[in-house]
Each structure stands twice: as structure tokens, then as C-alpha cells.
């Protein structure tokens, strides 16, 4: 039986229901009638019959689709329990939920284990900076790494080619630290992220499993945004390392015509 006709099957039965109820009603108000002989009362009879014919109208017509309707409910019911949320796929699930949660935790400490090498005092205050993982250290940078490598050289000890390739290479050198040390706070965020969904997989409820699924690729396009901003600042390193090997033959170029000039002046002077 199909869902149109157990409706208009119940439509019916209603209907039919509330006319018979409406009869027995209109009877019970009717005045009292004088007893017959035998003692028996003509609305009693009436009553009888409406309700036994409503007895049968709700055993007959009512029941046949309320039961069909019933069963239609119980096979939804058992192909969701069975195809699409089977219970044990959804206790696999999360058991592997919970085992990822150890791993995390696993992850997260060998991550912060300390990495720092230097021995110095001030090679030890930049490092400090660079492996804070904090934000927070990023303006400090500038001062500790000028402390241990030093500035751009004045204007009378060097010629102002080399000052402004000097000042370029520091320049990009603090950029990757700083960028460094920015991107080690967005991999804390990202890992402290993966645990919190990982610990709202082992308790979620299978419907909302596309959430979690839209909050997971959420990340993941966040983490590649990271990424490639990692890999950009490697590629600006890169360049700048490039163009120090291309400006130092340029230099040497010059040096060497500069003194091919002065030899030449110096021999036709001996002339």
C-alpha cells in the first residue's frame, strides 16, 4: 500500500468517525422516551450500534493502513540503522577517532621538543626569538638579529652599491625569521584545530558528519594557504641568494676593468 491511499484511507476513516460520534452525541441530547415493556431503552440500542459500528470501522479500515503505514516506518528505520548509518561502521569511526587522539597528543610533544643549539649569549637571545613560536617575539627580531650580525656599514667604509645589497639581504634574512616564527604559531592553531574535531568525531552524532566534514576542508584549505605562503618566503630567500651571487660578479667585473684602467694608466706613465 502505497502513501496516497493510506491517506485517503485515514481521511475516510475520520470522517466517518466523527459522523458516527456525531449521531451518538445528537441521540444522548434527545428527551427520554417512555420505557417499552421489556424494560430495554430504544438509545441504548442506538449507542450500541454506533460504537460496535465504529469498532468495526477502526478494526477494518483504520487499522489495515495505520499497520501498513507502521511497516513502511519500521523498514525506514531499519535501512538507516543498517545502509546508511550502520552502528558498527559508526563505533569503528570513532574508536579511530579515539586512537588519532593519542597519536595527536604524541605529535604535539614531539613537535615542542627543544631544538635550540646555540651556546653564545647573543646567538642564544635570536635563537630564543626564532623558536618562540610566538607572535609576540616577531618585533624583537630586528634588534637581536642586528646585535649579532651587525648593520649596514656607513657610508665612508663602503660604496653605496654595496650598502643597498647589504641592507637587501638583511632585510629579506629578518623577513624569513619573522615569517618563521609565524607560521610555527599557525602550525600550533592548525594541530590545536585537528584535536578539536577529532574529539567532536568521537561524540557527534552520524548526521552531523558533513559539518565536521565542511569544518575539516575548511582547515585543510587553510593549512595549503600556510604552505604556500611558507614555500614563497623559501622562493624570496632563494632570489635573494641569486641576485648576491649575480651583484658579486658584477662587482668583480668592475673591480677588474677598474684595474685594468689603472694598470694601463700606470704603464704608459712609465713610458
Given at each position: 500500500m502505497n502513501w496516497p491511499s493510506s491517506i485517503r484511507s485515514w481521511k475516510f476513516a475520520r470522517n466517518a468517525i466523527a459522523s458516527l460520534l456525531a449521531i451518538a452525541v445528537v441521540v444522548l441530547m434527545m428527551p427520554a422516551r417512555a420505557r417499552s415493556q421489556l424494560g430495554l431503552d430504544p438509545c441504548c440500542a442506538i449507542i450500541s450500534a454506533g460504537l460496535s459500528s465504529i469498532s468495526n470501522l477502526l478494526s477494518s479500515v483504520v487499522a489495515k493502513p495505520l499497520g501498513a503505514i507502521q511497516q513502511i516506518e519500521q523498514q525506514s528505520v531499519n535501512f538507516e540503522q543498517q545502509v546508511v548509518f550502520p552502528i558498527t561502521a559508526i563505533n569503528q569511526a570513532r574508536g579511530l577517532a579515539g586512537q588519532f587522539q593519542g597519536q595527536f597528543a604524541q605529535m604535539r610533544q614531539i613537535f615542542q621538543l627543544p631544538v635550540s643549539s646555540a651556546t653564545l649569549p647573543t646567538p642564544q637571545q635570536l635563537e630564543q626569538s626564532l623558536l618562540s613560536r610566538d607572535p609576540r617575539a616577531v618585533p624583537q627580531i630586528a634588534s637581536k638579529y642586528a646585535s649579532l650580525y651587525g648593520t649596514v656599514m656607513p657610508t665612508t667604509d663602503a660604496p653605496q652599491a654595496v650598502r643597498d645589497l647589504v641592507d637587501m639581504t638583511d632585510g629579506e634574512a629578518q623577513a624569513a625569521m619573522k615569517k618563521a616564527v609565524e607560521i610555527d604559531a599557525l602550525a600550533d592553531l592548525e594541530l590545536q584545530a585537528a584535536e578539536k574535531i577529532n574529539q567532536q568525531l568521537q561524540t557527534a552524532a552520524p548526521g552531523s558528519a558533513a559539518i565536521l566534514e565542511a569544518q575539516s576542508s575548511a582547515w585543510l584549505v587553510r593549512a595549503n594557504a600556510y604552505t604556500q605562503s611558507a614555500m614563497a618566503e623559501l622562493?624570496?630567500?632563494?632570489?635573494?641568494?641569486?641576485?648576491?651571487?649575480?651583484?658579486?660578479?658584477?662587482?668583480?667585473?668592475?673591480?677588474?676593468?677598474?684595474?685594468?684602467?689603472?694598470?694601463?694608466?700606470?704603464?704608459?706613465?712609465?713610458?
Open positions: 622562493a624570496r630567500v632563494r632570489s635573494i641568494e641569486l641576485a648576491n651571487t649575480g651583484a658579486q660578479l658584477k662587482f668583480s667585473t668592475i673591480h677588474a676593468n677598474t684595474l685594468q684602467n689603472s694598470s694601463g694608466q700606470m704603464l704608459q706613465g712609465a713610458q
